[in-house]
């Protein structure tokens, strides 16, 4: 089982709402079967919150859509904590609008990118990126979700 917690410093935007998110999340949990419960920690933030982490932990000065922070390991028998997903509004929201994509699909894109970070997966090197997409594509089909990176195929 997976507890997912909110912390909206920023606002949802009005076609989503909290459920929708946890349910995103919550799908791209890879060890549902698991007997350990677990649970994840979710910030909405502003733009000038997320480009102070971006510096502070990627040493990259501008604002991003989605840091995610893995936590160590838990001992045996608590509830794991996985970690943190850092979601910034403002810019899921214009990215959304800029790809022409459906916001909610674009929220769920992002919400499902984060919690594969905070399970190992990453996109430094091009066959870690094409493994995290390929889960990310198969993860979101499953959510009525068409590929996210379709767009950028055809470019």
Known sequence: MLQVDINQQASLPDAIDESQLCAWIKSAYLEQQSPVAAEVSVAIVEPHTIQALNAEFREQEKPTNVLAFPAGDTAQGETRHLGDIVLCAAIIEREAMDQRKHSAFHWAHMAVHGMLHLQ???????????????????????????????????N
Do not use: C, T, V, W
Request: net charge negative; hydrophobic share 45%; aromatic share 6%.
């Open 120 to 154: 190992g997966y990453d996109h430094i090197e091009a066959g870690q990126a094409a493994r995290m997409e390929n889960l990310e594509i198969k993860l979101l089909a499953g959510l009525g979700i068409a590929n996210p990176y379709s767009h950028e195929l055809a």
